[in-house]
């Protein structure tokens, strides 16, 4: 996409949530890791900078590495800038994630499943309700997502889950209730990030194994956001849920503009999507007969 596209989508999505209660900041906010996350495990394979406020994640042979939010949220909007592992990254997955605490566990997923030198990587994204997953859908990027950070960001309210892109919207999953699918609406979930190695499946579904002479892999992290209704892992219900921002009528399905923009990455960087595979899926989902895309 052109710089001019991009920045007046950028700018267009900043108007519409300016204004309104609790509005995301224009620009990342650098605030220290430890306020609001802490490491799961491998503590000795993070590495902060800038005062805590950008750290890397590192995966070697023996180990990767990962954080999670404090708190648990029901709804909102909650972003991370990364830089992707530079170089030959094949075998390892960076992760971005939303997810319940329990069995029947609800989860938004970004993966970014690495690649080879020269090899596009692959964004990666599923949606998971009442611990039913396999709705896959995977895109190359419009950039080099090593050479520099961007934007990844879930809006998730009781009507929708989007994923952004830098304020691109890649995909939409709707609430199809009344269909009899499932939608995640009373399981608060924490926010995850980690590093780790996957070459049994994650390039070219596991023919291309993890180089290990070329690690450590790293994957940058900064200016992370969240806004969300905060809740203990037991609730069930936001006490602001219908007053912020990201439950205002605007947020309840895309507009014109962006329905426009995600045609332009399905038509021009999918490669994969759960609602079209026929021979996985002979009989296709019913949220997908809600997509008008598809």
């Not at 912020?244 to 507009?255: A, H, I, P, T, Y």
């Amino acid at each position: 996409m052109g710089s001019h596209l991009h920045w007046t989508m950028l700018l267009g999505l900043l108007l519409m949530v300016s204004g309104t209660m609790g509005a995301p900041p224009k620009r990342p906010v650098n605030v220290p890791f430890g306020r609001n996350y802490m490491p799961t495990w491998a503590f000795d394979h993070i590495k902060y900078f800038n005062g805590g406020s950008d750290i890397q994640l590192h995966l070697d042979k023996y180990t990767g590495t990962g954080f999670q939010s404090k708190g648990s949220y029901l709804f909102g909007h909650f972003s991370m800038q990364i830089k992707l592992v530079p170089g030959d990254s094949a075998g390892t997955v960076t992760a971005f994630y939303l997810s319940s605490q329990n069995s029947e566990h609800d989860e938004i997923d970004f993966e970014f499943l690495g690649n080879r030198t020269g090899q596009p990587y692959i964004l990666q994204t599923n949606v998971f309700t009442g611990g039913k997953g396999d709705r896959e859908q995977r895109i190359y990027l419009w950039f080099d997502p090593t050479k520099d950070y961007h934007s990844y960001s879930v809006l998730w309210n009781m009507y929708q889950i989007v994923f952004f892109v830098d304020a691109v919207p890649i995909r939409v999953f709707k609430n199809c209730k009344d269909l009899g699918v499932k939608f995640p609406f009373n399981q608060p979930m924490k926010i995850y990030s980690s590093l780790w190695n996957a070459d049994d499946w994650a390039t070219r579904g596991g023919l291309e194994k993890t180089d290990w002479s070329k690690a450590p892999f790293i994957a940058a992290y900064r200016g992370f956001h969240i806004d969300g209704c905060e809740s203990s892992v037991q609730a069930k219900y936001c006490a602001t849920q219908g007053k912020r921002w990201w439950d205002g009528k605007e947020f309840q399905d895309l507009d014109q503009s962006q329905w426009r923009y995600l045609r332009w990455v399905r038509q021009k960087y999918t490669i994969y999507n759960y609602c079209t595979d026929r021979v996985r899926y002979p009989n296709m989902s019913p949220e997908c007969k809600r997509d008008r895309d598809v």
